[in-house]
């Protein structure tokens, strides 16, 4: 159940890494594919999707799973 990060692949387009892996998962040539992707798989885990943008720091996460209900504050 490890979150997904979406991110800039060194080769030019967009890589989905799970945390803990040494390889990317996938490597997609736009960042919408690689997010499409990370869903996918975060839905089937219940886990999260980190999306970073260019400058590599992180613009948004979404949560498929394990939300505290009601949600805090």
């Known amino acids: 159940m490890a979150n997904?990060?979406?991110?800039?692949?060194g080769e030019g387009g967009w890589k989905l890494q799970g945390v803990?892996?040494?390889k990317a998962t996938s490597k997609?040539?736009?960042q919408k594919?690689?997010?499409e992707a990370a869903r996918t798989i975060a839905r089937n885990q219940r886990s999260?999707?980190?999306i970073h943008g260019c400058d590599g720091k992180i613009r948004a996460k979404d949560s498929y799973g394990n939300d505290s209900f009601p949600p805090r504050g």
């Open 4 to 9: 997904q990060h979406v991110s800039k692949n």
């Open 48 to 50: 999260e999707v980190v």
């Open 28 to 30: 997609h040539d736009t």
């Open 33 to 35: 594919e690689a997010i």
């Open 20 to 22: 803990g892996n040494s």
